[in-house]
Nanobody, 119 residues
């Protein structure tokens, strides 16, 4: 069974930085493509960033240039470094593992970590 546990969320001032961590557990073959979703109240859950086991990354347009996703395979951990934070970045951030042939099909995700950016 895959388990994903996020940490590192909290309250930060606009313009500040924050790093989220996600510890993944389970069989090593189940830990491959990883990513981060976010969801604000009333909004759809959106895929923010993804990373393959080999380190190839993709980013959603709203966060390009402000976000870096990385991973440490020896620790089964994926990170999301967020810089130049804006109030609109306020959301629950979910660590996720791709569960199908493409993202958005039966993905696995953790319970989420709240990030609040104050003005």
């Amino acid at each position: 069974q895959v388990q994903l546990v996020e940490s590192g969320g909290g309250l930060v001032q606009a313009g500040g930085s924050l790093r989220l961590s996600c510890k993944a557990s389970g069989p090593i073959f189940s830990i491959n493509d990883m990513g981060w979703y976010r969801q604000a109240p009333g909004n759809q859950r959106e895929l923010v960033a993804t990373i393959t086991r080999g380190g190839s990354t993709n980013y959603a347009d709203p966060v390009k240039g402000r976000v870096t996703i990385s991973r440490d395979n020896t620790k089964n951990t994926v990170y999301l470094q967020k810089n130049s934070l804006k109030p609109e970045d306020t959301a629950v951030y979910y660590c996720a593992k791709r569960g199908g042939v493409r993202w958005g099909i039966n993905d696995y995700w953790g319970k989420g970590s709240q990030v609040t950016v104050s003005s």
